[in-house]
């Protein structure tokens, strides 16, 4: 198995050919990769155009990018036009099969499928977790478990679609998204036309002890055995299913009845009340949570936010364009969009993160300093709650690094950040160069070993017009400050009101050690 990392970077593979008859082998442009044991396996950025993959007999996987998957994470590959065609069984357009260690993400895939069993658009088995992934083409197979995105779930598809048609008038358990659903889909919907012999449903032919949340399908149904199809899903079986706040056109799939779900007409379909008042949750509105996982085009039906071409809250990034930072999910994202740590960025409203129920990630890295912007337009960002004991330069932006780096105008509030290691502050921790200007914590508590400061942990380029006030900053060693655990800089204008405390030495009311240049600053809190 291939168990290093692969990076495409964008560029394109054109007119990749596999042709085996061999059995029992992964089949692919990777045959297998992965181990059970090991999760650093990685392969990304790769485009795939004009596939032409056969394989024998083999119930392994094949696909047109990786046959197997156990273990490791495809990120951002994709496949456009051609086939990917088998004898047996896990035929995907991209992958054939993943187990439950594997994560694909970001990925989409058009091409034509067939084979004969466990086929998908995607992925043909699939036990890994499925996020932010498309699929459209056709696939085709003769006996059963097809679907538009995987042939056969038993693991968890999030925030996924599919427009490709599965016509398999021979065949049983075909779906718009999943033909065999045995664990959990979300937030996902499906588009395409779907036909079989039996268990045929707009987005699952069959859910089995498996659970479908917040999803829905437009597709024309049909089935060859009338008493198990259905708008959403062809038949439910089992004693533990769940099939919540889902819903199918009942004018589009010519059907008025499922298995599961709600059916409503195209009108109501187009509708955002119908799903606000479900629960789901969209773009601009926070009484159904802060994730932005669904937007409404004019006259559409309902799209996932992240396939809208609309990054964070809209924007390019540019320095004219910056992109504009709305919710707590749009901020969030940013921690996790390396790519984007040199762009620029527009505070747009107050943020409360203590009500956002994702991970907080931190910005920039020692590699992959923050060189970018951000503009805080005066709003606050509060609770931002952070707790880690082996994090060394810590703060809402970790690592900044660029002569032209710049955070300004921003407010923290209410918040307590707590790294437990070196270089910690509220906004940064390590201002390797750049400019913290007009920023201000507000009753934040600030702890860390040393280097720890109510605005910057550590830095070697400019602060100024900051302050922090009605909070306290501690350090478990030395070096602490009410502005900067240690400045190798310039702080200008700037106060400090806080408490601080340095467990042993090196604590002053606005740094903890100078090293350089400090001036018209002030501070009134006890050291």
């Known amino acids: 198995a291939f168990t290093g990392n692969f990076d495409g970077n964008g560029y394109e593979i054109r007119n990749f050919r596999f042709d085996s008859s061999a059995q029992d082998e992964a089949v692919g442009m990777f045959g297998a990769i992965g181990l059970y044991y090991d999760t650093s396996t990685v392969i990304k950025n790769i485009k795939l155009v004009n596939v032409s993959v056969s394989a024998g007999n083999t119930f392994i996987g094949t696909g047109a990018l990786v046959g197997s998957m156990d273990n490791g994470t495809v990120s951002n590959c994709s496949v456009h036009g051609g086939t990917v065609a088998g004898q047996y069984s896990s035929i995907g357009g991209l992958a054939g099969r993943g187990s439950s260690q594997a994560t694909l993400v970001d990925c989409s895939a058009n091409c034509t499928v067939t084979g004969v069993r466990e086929c998908g658009g995607m992925v043909g088995a699939n036990s890994m977790t499925v996020s932010r992934c498309s699929s459209a083409g056709s696939v085709a197979l003769t006996e059963r478990s097809g679907g538009g995105l995987a042939g056969q779930n038993s693991g968890t598809i999030e925030q996924s679609y599919s427009t490709a048609a599965v016509l398999c008038s021979g065949?049983?358990?075909?779906?718009?998204?999943?033909?065999?659903?045995?664990?959990?889909?979300?937030?996902?919907?499906?588009?395409?036309?779907?036909?079989?012999?039996?268990?045929?449903?707009?987005?699952?032919?069959?859910?089995?002890?498996?659970?479908?949340?917040?999803?829905?399908?437009?597709?024309?149904?049909?089935?060859?055995?009338?008493?198990?199809?259905?708008?959403?899903?062809?038949?439910?079986?089992?004693?533990?299913?769940?099939?919540?706040?889902?819903?199918?056109d009942t004018q589009t799939s010519g059907l008025a009845t499922s298995s599961g779900g709600t059916g409503r007409e195209t009108a109501q379909m187009k509708d955002i009340n119908t799903f606000l008042g479900a629960g789901w949750d969209f773009i601009d509105e926070t009484a159904n949570g802060s994730l932005d996982i669904w937007y409404m085009p004019a006259g559409g039906y309902p799209n996932l936010w992240w396939a809208s071409g609309v990054k964070y809250g809209g924007g390019t990034g540019a320095s004219g364009d910056p992109y504009l930072i709305y919710t707590a999910a749009h901020l969030a994202q940013i921690g996790s969009e390396a790519e984007d740590w040199n762009k620029h960025f527009k505070l747009m409203a107050d943020i409360n993160m203590g009500s956002y129920p994702g991970g907080l990630v931190l910005i920039g890295t020692y590699q992959t300093p923050f060189s970018g912007t951000f503009n805080g337009q005066g709003y606050a960002i509060r609770q931002f709650n952070y707790t880690s004991t082996q994090k060394n330069y810590a703060g809402i932006f970790e690592y900044v690094d660029g002569a032209a780096a710049r955070i300004e105008n921003l407010t923290v509030a209410d918040s307590t950040f707590s790294a437990g290691a070196n270089g910690t502050g509220m906004i940064v921790g390590m201002l390797q160069n750049g400019t913290v200007h007009?920023?201000?914590?507000?009753?934040?508590?600030?702890?860390?070993?040393?280097?720890?400061?109510?605005?910057?942990?550590?830095?070697?380029?400019?602060?100024?017009?900051?302050?922090?006030?009605?909070?306290?900053?501690?350090?478990?060693?030395?070096?602490?400050?009410?502005?900067?655990?240690?400045?190798?800089?310039t702080v200008t204008n700037c106060y400090s009101r806080c408490a601080i405390t340095a467990a042993y030495s090196y604590a002053g009311g606005i740094t903890g050690d100078n090293r350089v240049t400090i001036s018209n600053c002030y501070s009134t809190g006890t050291v």
Do not use: M, P
């Not at 720890?452 to 070697?460: D, E, F, L, N, T």
């Open 171 to 248: 065949a049983d358990e075909i779906g718009g998204l999943v033909g065999r659903n045995l664990a959990t889909i979300s937030n996902c919907y499906a588009r395409g036309a779907v036909s079989g012999w039996s268990d045929v449903g707009g987005l699952a032919g069959l859910c089995w002890n498996a659970a479908v949340v917040n999803c829905y399908s437009t597709g024309a149904v049909s089935a060859t055995v009338s008493t198990y199809k259905g708008g959403l899903i062809g038949r439910i079986t089992g004693t533990e299913n769940t099939c919540s706040v889902s819903f199918w």
């Open 438 to 489: 007009n920023c201000r914590t507000v009753n934040c508590a600030v702890s860390g070993n040393f280097y720890v400061g109510g605005i910057a942990g550590r830095s070697y380029g400019v602060i100024s017009s900051c302050s922090s006030k009605n909070g306290t900053v501690y350090g478990s060693s030395q070096l602490v400050g009410g502005i900067v655990g240690r400045n190798d800089g």
